[in-house]
Structures are given as C-alpha cells and as structure tokens.
C-alpha cells in the first residue's frame, strides 16, 4: 500500500501554531506472511505463521517555504515475528521491531510477546 497527501494549507498552519506541518505526506508498506508449519507438518492443524512488514513514510516529504526540512521524519520500521495458533481462537505471537530515521536520531528496537483468544 502506498500513499501520498498534500497539505494545501500548511504554510498557513505553520505560521498560525508555529509547527513545522509539511506540504505533502508520503509512505507505504509492504507485508508478507507464510504457515511455515504447512511446510514443515504438512497435515497438522495448527498454524506456525512467520511474518514481516516493512514500512516507510515521512510527514515532511515536502515543506512549504520558510519551513525546514527535518530529516527525523523521514521513518523506516521492519518488523518481523511468528504467530503460533494452536487453535482457530488462540493465537500466541512474538515480534521484534527495528525503527530507523534518515536523521539517525530517534532510533529503536522493540520485543514484543502476546496472546490472543477470540471468543
């Protein structure tokens, strides 16, 4: 999915709150997800999906004048992980999240771990 927006007016905001609102937003991201158990246990009933997203965007792609450019805003976040589901209401799920700036600042990874069961 990928997605553009432009801010007719935010030369006009900026100057009203002092912000550093861009002119146009950008991004898109790409997932993908695979049953590795299918491949590994071709006749077992749970489901072993092994997932990753990738996503970009940057709220700054373009800025109106008198307004820097803040590289900060220009984001990169992969995340990758396994949800186990052991059965058709119960999901068990880890990932981990690496998230990266064309600044270098702001920068971070992040575990996560949880359970689902729907009802």
Known sequence: MIATIGVG??????????SAVG???SGGY????????????PHAKEKLNAFVR??????QEDVPT????????????????????PT????FKGD???RRTAAGTGEGETLRL????QF
């Open 66 to 85: 008198g307004t820097t450019l803040n590289p900060e805003f220009a984001r990169r976040i992969t995340t990758f992980g396994l949800a186990y589901k």
């Open 114 to 117: 949880g359970v689902g069961y």
């Open 88 to 91: 058709w209401n119960t999901v």
């Open 54 to 59: 990738h996503e970009r965007y940057n709220t």
């Open 9 to 18: 007016d935010a030369q006009q905001i900026n100057a009203l709150y002092g």
């Open 23 to 25: 002119s146009r937003i």
């Open 96 to 98: 981990y999240e690496v």
């Open 30 to 41: 790409l997932e993908g997800a695979y049953d590795i158990l299918r491949f590994l246990a």
